[in-house]
């Protein structure tokens, strides 16, 4: 009997293949090493591949699907349903295996190497900037402690700085500038270094070529609100026995797209808040009834089902109230 379906759990250097027929029975169990993978699947007749979407999943999906075999990714969350009591290796390719024949699933599509180089731009971006406020925070707190205090903001940061650098300050003990300056050269570091990837080509436009980096094919999703939910931007759910009850939102799909939505939303309703008319529009009647937080949540819902119609149907962006 040939294999018609594999579940691949994928990990460092030893990786668990479960096969079976076009019947469900099993055909081959066995451990693989990282040198023999490949080899394996360039031996076998094509079939379908399904693997957990992870560190490397999609590097080692191009791999395979390099030799006809039709590969799916699908997230870890989707699969834990199929995986038994016991917790190994065997029982995670057995519960992807049968995780991926399942009509009900939704996968992941496999990016190519160009999207996830440009994702690597937005998450270095956000790693320095991460780090960054890590720093301008201990600058702030070691300061204190001798009774330099600045305002709010990484911009005000510049007195501290001018504190530490001149070695004029009465309240700041010489003993303590060489350590400060150490943290002060590190933030110049990582400023100049934010500064250089923000000129990269594409990450002026942050959020749109992070949606795109991110979401090869739109059409994955049957709509715009499931785009939405899929980044977690809609209300998580606790219902039963015919009761609705509705919390706070899901946040269960892609943090950083979401902080960008969010943040962009946010700068949209500062805006509109100078605007004289903002009473007649949609967003000026959402301000008057919600805080500013959860309009920016529903806002940001609006502009992610935007995004996913301009994908997924072709469509330009046609204002509106």
């Given at each position: 009997m040939?294999?018609?379906?594999?579940?691949?759990d994928?990990?460092k250097?030893?990786?668990?293949?479960?096969?079976?027929?076009?019947?469900?029975?099993?055909?081959?169990?066995?451990?693989?090493?990282?040198?023999?993978?490949?080899?394996?699947?360039?031996?076998?007749?094509?079939?379908?591949?399904?693997?957990?979407?992870?560190?490397?999943?999609?590097?080692?999906?191009?791999?395979?699907?390099?030799?006809?075999?039709?590969?799916k990714?699908?997230?870890?969350?989707?699969?834990?349903?199929?995986?038994?009591?016991?917790?190994?290796?065997?029982?995670?390719?057995?519960?992807?295996?049968?995780?991926?024949?399942?009509?009900?699933?939704?996968?992941?599509?496999?990016?190519?190497?160009?999207?996830?180089?440009?994702?690597?731009?937005?998450?270095?971006?956000?790693?320095?900037?991460?780090?960054?406020?890590?720093?301008?925070?201990?600058?702030?707190?070691?300061?204190?402690?001798?009774?330099?205090?600045?305002?709010?903001?990484?911009?005000?940061?510049?007195?501290?700085?001018a504190?530490?650098?001149?070695?004029?300050?009465?309240?700041?003990?010489?003993?303590?500038?060489?350590?400060?300056?150490?943290?002060?050269?590190?933030?110049?570091?990582?400023n100049?270094?934010?500064?250089?990837?923000?000129?990269?080509?594409?990450?002026?436009?942050?959020?749109?070529?992070?949606?795109?980096?991110?979401?090869?094919?739109?059409?994955?999703?049957?709509?715009?609100?499931?785009?939405?939910?899929?980044?977690?931007?809609?209300?998580?759910?606790?219902?039963?026995?015919?009761?609705e009850?509705?919390?706070?939102?899901?946040?269960?799909?892609?943090?950083y797209?979401?902080?960008?939505?969010?943040?962009?939303?946010?700068a949209?309703?500062?805006?509109?808040?100078?605007?004289?008319?903002?009473?007649?529009?949609?967003?000026?009647?959402?301000?008057?009834?919600?805080?500013?937080?959860?309009?920016?949540?529903?806002?940001?819902?609006?502009?992610?089902?935007?995004?996913?119609?301009?994908?997924?149907?072709?469509?330009?962006?046609?204002?509106?109230?």
């Amino acid at each position: 009997m040939q294999i018609t379906t594999i579940g691949l759990d994928l990990a460092k250097n030893v990786f668990q293949v479960h096969g079976v027929d076009a019947e469900g029975g099993s055909e081959v169990r066995r451990k693989l090493r990282r040198g023999e993978l490949l080899r394996f699947f360039e031996k076998l007749p094509p079939c379908l591949v399904g693997m957990e979407a992870c560190a490397g999943a999609h590097h080692w999906a191009r791999q395979i699907a390099a030799f006809g075999h039709e590969v799916k990714l699908m997230p870890p969350a989707y699969v834990k349903p199929y995986v038994g009591r016991q917790k190994n290796d065997m029982a995670d390719a057995a519960a992807i295996c049968e995780a991926v024949s399942r009509p009900s699933m939704r996968y992941v599509p496999v990016k190519s190497a160009a999207q996830q180089a440009a994702l690597l731009a937005h998450r270095g971006r956000s790693l320095l900037i991460r780090q960054r406020t890590s720093l301008i925070n201990a600058i702030r707190a070691h300061c204190t402690e001798f009774g330099l205090v600045a305002a709010k903001g990484p911009a005000n940061i510049a007195c501290l700085i001018a504190a530490i650098r001149d070695g004029q300050n009465p309240l700041l003990p010489q003993e303590a500038r060489p350590a400060l300056s150490i943290l002060v050269d590190q933030l110049q570091f990582l400023n100049d270094r934010v500064r250089r990837l923000m000129t990269i080509p594409g990450i002026g436009i942050i959020t749109a070529t992070a949606i795109a980096a991110t979401v090869p094919d739109a059409g994955a999703f049957k709509s715009g609100r499931e785009f939405a939910a899929w980044i977690g931007l809609v209300p998580r759910q606790q219902s039963s026995g015919g009761k609705e009850r509705l919390g706070g939102i899901s946040k269960m799909g892609d943090a950083y797209l979401r902080r960008l939505l969010i943040s962009g939303a946010h700068a949209v309703i500062s805006h509109a808040k100078r605007r004289k008319d903002i009473g007649e529009t949609w967003l000026g009647g959402l301000l008057a009834r919600k805080p500013s937080m959860v309009a920016a949540v529903a806002l940001a819902n609006k502009t992610a089902r935007i995004a996913w119609a301009i994908m997924a149907r072709g469509e330009t962006y046609r204002a509106t109230a």
